[in-house]
């Protein structure tokens, strides 16, 4: 004869399933150990991707400076002059010059001759963009080629203050009054080779963390 026990339904048996652990209170989409890990991972490299990106950019950036750089030279070697930003032609054909607060007279004249600070708005394409970020991180070179060691980084972006009392430091140097068109020339070359210094030094970055 077989006995048979019926256990009441409030009664844990073996089929009964196992308390809940905390893993699985998580929920279904919660990730474990290694799935954080793995999310840690994914966000490390999503990270990297970004900065490599942002170093590539500042290498084409940096490019293009010393391009605008070596143009401003060749303005310098065509005509240099002190006290005025620029020397233009205007409608008869009379020599004019323009300083600073006058740059917009000089736009779509013919260009005869330009200061230091003068050289680097024209190369860039001339006065309507003077206040472009290419213009302002042009002249951080060319005032680091005069004031900082050639080695030394960059200190881009200054605050609006110091950067325009750097531009007036540039333009204050080229209206010394021993200054000739070969100085600032040189000067300007000085300010290709600092670019080419950061464009090492950016590099470096790139290949000290690996973005795979």
């Known amino acids: 004869m077989t006995l048979e026990f019926h256990a009441p339904h409030d009664v844990d048996t073996d089929a009964t399933p196992a308390p809940s652990t905390r893993s699985d209170r998580r929920g279904p989409h919660a990730p474990g150990r290694a799935g954080v890990r793995g999310l840690l ?23 293009d400076l010393q391009r605008l ?12 002059i002190q006290h005025s930003w620029f020397a233009y032609l205007d ?17 779509g004249r013919p260009l005869v001759a330009a200061c230091l600070v003068g050289a680097v708005v024209s190369a860039a394409g001339g006065p309507q963009v003077v206040h472009s970020q290419q213009v302002q991180r042009a002249l951080d070179l060319v005032w680091h080629a005069l004031a900082a060691d050639e080695g030394q980084a960059v200190a881009w972006c200054p605050a609006p203050d110091i950067r325009m009392a750097r531009v007036r430091d540039l333009t204050s140097w080229n209206d010394g009054t021993d200054r000739t068109a070969t100085e600032v020339a040189s000067l300007l070359l000085t300010a290709e080779r600092v670019a080419v210094h950061e464009v090492a030094r950016v590099q470096a970055r790139r290949t000290a963390v690996p973005t795979t």
């Open 91 to 107: 409608e008869h054909g009379r020599v004019r010059k323009a300083a600073s607060a006058a740059t917009m007279d000089a736009q």
């Open 69 to 80: 750089l070596t143009d401003a030279r060749g303005v310098v070697e065509r005509g240099w």
């Open 41 to 63: 991972d994914r966000l490390a490299a999503r990270r990297a991707v970004a900065r490599d990106r942002r170093l590539v950019a500042h290498l084409h950036e940096l490019d």
